[in-house]
Each structure stands twice: as C-alpha cells, then as structure tokens.
C-alpha cells in the first residue's frame, strides 16, 4: 500500500539521549515535512525537502536535523532531547513543493522525561 | 503576523448540518486547506479552495471570501463517525502552510 510509513511508533525517552525518527515514503513525492503537533497547537513546520539532497528549516527548527540523502527517507534526528520536545510527530509528502494535498504518516508520540 | 482562527470545539447530532469557519491571515495566499483528523491518526485530505465560492464534495463543502478571510466547512448528514478534529490551513507566498490548532466536533446520537 502506497504512503509514508514512520519509526517508532512511540518512544519514551531520557533527556539528553540521541534519538532518530524515521520516514520512508514509496510514492516517488519530491517534497517532504516534518511537523510537531501539541495539544492546542496547529501542526508546526519543523524541517521540510523540497527535493531529494535539499533541506530546509521551517517554523521550529532548533534542536531539530534533519537529511535526505534519497527520494524516499527523510529521517528527523533529536541530538539532545529535551521535555519540551516531547510532541507527537508527523512525516508528510507532497508530489512537489507546494502541491495542494499533503499525504501524512501515522505519527511518531515521543515523551522525552 | 500569520493565523488561523477557528473554534476549539463544535457539538452537532447525527443527521444534522455543522458549519465549522476559519478566519486567515497570512503573507499572501495560495489557497485554504481543510483536513480531518481522528483522535490518535493522521490528518487526511478534505478540501482546497483558492478562489472565491462553494466547493461541494458530497456530503462536505468548503466556502471561500479572499476579500474576508474566511471560510467555511460545512458537514451535511452528519454521521458517528464525522467525530474528529477539523484544521484549517492557509497557504501563504512561499507556499508554506499555516495550520490552525484546529476544531473538535463532537457528534451526538
């Protein structure tokens, strides 16, 4: 089934550690997000790649890397985690930058205590 | 600055009509985005508007005012599982989204 499928589910974590959301997208999407989503937030721009070796920071990009080194990984790495990183994150995919319709993975929930 | 305005919660029973509106601002525009999003999952595709008027999708529709900032998303027949949170999104010059914290209906029986 075409989509974006995202790495770990969940994760609970200790501040300080390293920890790597994954994202695989089997669409052939030139363009790709991550967004953080906070209760009484909307969605927030974190990193976006308009094309395959190309990033960009967006609305909240501090403490936040990202890479894509291909079309179809988009990986978010958090060197240090901090608590106020705790968030549920959401990978998405667009077929170019700034196309009308984003296709979303089903999450990643990260606690950082 | 750039927002999105719409209300926190919504409640409507089923087989009811539920009009959710979204007031925007943004650095210029590049059309208005709605999405669903159950609890716990992924926002989905609803509707894009960029010009003026009613987009009708079955039993959803999306209206849009450029020269107000606002628009629209009317639910028809509601259904149990209408339940979940609307956002709304503006898309502005540099064709970035700006999300609203987004709607929580709540369908009675």
Not at chain 1, 10 to 35: E, F, K, P, V
Not at chain 1, 61 to 68: E, K, Q
Not at chain 2, 24 to 38: A, C, D, I, K, V
Request: glycine share 10%; charged share 15%; hydrophobic share 35%.
């Amino acid at each position: 089934i075409a989509g974006i499928t995202q790495a770990p589910t969940s994760q609970i974590l200790a501040a300080g550690r390293r920890m790597t959301l994954r994202c695989t997208q089997d669409m052939r999407h030139n363009a790709m997000y991550w967004y953080r989503q906070d209760l009484g937030l909307g969605l927030r721009l974190i990193h976006y790649s308009n094309t395959a070796g190309t990033t960009g920071k967006g609305e909240v990009p501090d403490g936040y890397s990202v890479s894509r080194a291909n079309t179809d990984d988009f990986p978010l790495t958090l060197a240090s985690a901090v608590p106020s990183q705790t968030s549920v994150y959401f990978c998405a995919s667009s077929g170019a930058p700034g196309a009308n319709v984003l296709t979303f993975g089903a999450g990643s929930r990260l606690t950082v205590l | 600055g750039q927002n999105i305005d719409q209300p926190t919660e919504m409640t409507a029973t089923e087989g009811a009509i539920v009009q959710i509106n979204c007031t925007y601002q943004t650095s210029g525009f590049n059309g208005l985005f709605w999405y669903q999003q159950h609890a716990g999952e992924a926002p989905t595709f609803l509707s894009y508007n960029v010009l003026d008027g009613l987009e009708e999708k079955g039993r959803f529709s999306s209206f849009l005012s450029r020269s107000k900032g606002y628009s629209y998303l009317l639910l028809k027949e509601l259904q149990m599982k209408d339940s979940a949170s609307y956002l709304c999104a503006g898309m502005d010059s540099n064709y970035q989204l700006i999300w609203g914290a987004g709607t929580k209906l709540i369908i009675k029986p």
